[in-house]
């Protein structure tokens, strides 16, 4: 049966009237730790987006995203120390590196199904960061600072980097929406629901998951890019983390995996609850993420949205 | 030319602790399809219970070994028992999640008892090695190597030659029709995946006779039991014996002539390769979804 999909209207307004009062938070004085929480939570709300942008239409469960959140640090970092490029620039061309490697990856990766697709995409993480790791070393040469990682020039105020995040998270939300609604969508959807069945149809099914990879790739990459100059200071151990991955995932799932607002709920919330924890229990948080996972997992496997969803009884791609 | 032969021979006992570490997760996955990421923590738990027993007891590391099979088995038993079977069914993303919270779990939770500090179990064997035409080779690993081969060997019989065996092959060929056929099919899981824990320990204790062992060494674990599974074909057992030796081959040789840290990266594109080129493994026998 075809659904009828709600429009975008609903939610348009609430949207617009929560981006305006983020846009204006700064200048009505706010700073300091408060500044940089409400960044911290748009760079994970961006980042959850982007796998969600993904995997949660696609069913394909990709776990080497952060290979392209750190190949995208390390492009954005080298580009600014060896070339003197100025920061935005850098980024741009961050983007188009990540694209173009998403896309020789993607086209070997993603003609695999289910668990050889996940490990597939883990190895490539790993293989990425180790190469970062040994280069140096093996071939003798001072370029990408081996473990001791790379210094970038000193950054501007928290504020642009608020409003660097913000625009980043505004453009992930923009571009699910839009593709939600678009012909791309009903294709990714197609393949979650049924490969086979939607290839039979004429569903282009790889040239489909290697856009939306592109995409959601590239996006990681710029965002990285931005946080290695934010925090000023990157390492291979701390940007390829593959924690940075479960994250994204753990993130999306918690909202709900394939909606709009999954992502954004998700993510705020577990940003938060783990801030919380990771200022009180400094020794235990590990062990209490693990705990909240897997609470998570047993009780409520639809993520928040989804379950308001049977609460409520309707079905929607929003609520 | 001595120092090739030797690595070659280094690379033959890693190659089949490896294999005895992964044959666990590939039964798991084989069975019912879950990638089990705490799966190196299995490793990690059975090494420090061998390491406790030795060091508060006294008693010889290879006696140990029914401990460490015994407390895995349950905690593999309890595992799948109130977690892993409520999620059979749901889609696979549940289990790799679900595993890696037990991961972060258990890791952190040994993190936190047992400190971050590396430790060995030193007996008064622990140096003595054989010397073979100018080539070396240290009691302990030999004897780590032959006892992983008897793992190995043991799954192997369970598997096709006890009554048992053929209901978790059953199983793992076609859930619902052995279901049909009247197989309890969550036992049969249970059982599994006590089993799979129970021999995944037990490699973690023939590890800490030899490796350095510490609470954060299971994730790594984790990753090579999945280049082992997926070079000898995911969820095909006998397959990991052949994917553990190509394994620990290409590990040693790498680095003995590049360094340790390029051969992790090259393992890594084995596995990239493997996977795209040829995914139900070099022996062709792997389960392709």
């Known amino acids: 049966m075809l659904m009828r999909r709600p429009g975008l209207n609903g939610i348009l307004l609430p949207l617009l009237v929560l981006g305006i009062i983020l846009l204006l938070i700064p200048l009505l004085g706010m700073a300091g730790y408060r500044l940089r929480l409400f960044s911290l939570i748009f760079m994970w709300v961006a980042l959850a987006g982007c796998w969600n942008l993904m995997s949660g239409s696609t069913g394909y469960i990709d776990f080497g995203p952060v290979a ?3 190949v995208g ?16 620039l850098s980024i741009f061309i961050t983007g188009w590196i990540c694209a173009a490697l998403s896309l ?7 003609r695999l199904q289910g668990a050889y697709f996940a490990i597939a995409t883990f190895a490539a993480a790993e293989a990425l960061k180790q190469v970062v790791l040994e280069s140096d070393r093996v071939l003798d040469i001072d370029f990408f600072g081996g473990a001791h990682g790379l210094t970038l020039p000193s950054p501007p105020s928290g504020i642009f980097f608020y409003y660097v995040m913000l625009f980043f998270m505004g453009l992930v939300v923009f571009l699910t929406a839009v593709i939600q609604k678009s012909k791309l969508g009903y294709g990714l959807r197609a393949i979650k629901d049924a490969e086979q069945a939607a290839e039979l149809t004429g569903v282009p099914a790889l040239q489909i998951k290697i856009r939306a990879y592109i995409l959601s790739s590239s996006l990681i990459g710029c965002i990285g890019g931005v946080e290695a100059y934010w925090l000023t200071y990157i390492i291979p151990d701390d940007v390829f983390n593959v924690m940075r991955t479960i994250q994204m995932v753990i993130m999306t799932l918690l909202g709900g995996m394939g909606t709009l607002l999954g992502p954004v709920i998700g993510a705020t919330f577990f940003t938060l609850i783990s801030e919380f924890f990771g200022a009180k229990f400094v020794y235990d948080y590990l062990i209490l993420v693990g705990l909240v996972i897997v609470v998570v997992i047993l009780l409520m496997p639809q993520g928040i949205i989804g379950t308001l969803v049977k609460k409520r009884g309707k079905s929607s791609w929003l609520f | 030319m001595i120092l090739f032969w030797q690595s070659l021979i280094n690379g033959l006992l890693l190659g089949g602790i490896y294999a005895a570490c992964s044959a666990g997760f590939s039964l798991a996955f084989g069975v019912m399809g879950v990638v089990n990421l705490s799966h190196g923590d299995f490793v990690m738990l059975g090494a420090f219970i061998t390491y406790w027993i030795f060091i508060l007891a006294g008693i010889d590391p290879f006696l140990t070994l029914p401990f460490t099979l015994l407390i895995l088995f349950f905690l593999g038993f309890f595992l799948q028992r109130l977690t892993i079977n409520r999620l059979v069914g749901s889609p696979p993303i549940m289990s790799y999640l679900l595993t890696f919270g037990f991961h972060l779990v258990l890791s952190n939770l ?15 064997y622990s140096g003595l090695t054989i010397s073979f035409a100018g080539l070396v080779i240290p009691y302990s690993r030999l004897a780590t190597f032959i006892m992983a081969m008897a793992v190995i060997l043991g799954l192997y019989f369970l ?3 006890t009554e048992t065996g053929r209901l978790i092959r059953a199983t793992a060929q076609d859930r619902e029709m052995a279901q049909l056929m009247g197989v309890k099919i969550f036992k049969i899981y249970t059982l599994t995946f006590a089993l799979a824990a129970a021999i995944t320990g037990l490699a973690g204790s023939l590890i800490s006779f030899t490796f350095v062992i510490h609470p954060q060494m299971g994730l790594p674990f984790t990753i090579t039991a999945f280049c082992v599974v997926v070079l000898g074909g995911m969820g095909y057992v006998p397959g990991t014996l052949w994917g553990g030796i190509i394994l620990g081959l290409v590990e040693s040789l790498a680095t003995t002539y590049l360094t340790a840290g390029i051969s992790v990266a090259i393992t890594f594109f084995l596995l990239l390769i493997i996977l795209v080129t040829r995914p139900q493994g070099i022996l062709g026998k792997g389960v392709v979804e």
């Open chain 2, 110 to 124: 040994a993190l936190r008892a047992w400190t971050a500090d590396f430790r060995t179990v030193q007996t008064s």
């Open chain 2, 159 to 161: 598997l096709y030659r």
């Open chain 1, 104 to 110: 020789v990856i993607g086209l070997s990766t993603l």
């Open chain 1, 68 to 70: 392209y959140f750190g």
């Open chain 1, 73 to 88: 640090s390390y492009c954005t970092a080298l580009f600014m120390i060896k070339g003197g490029f100025p920061f935005l």
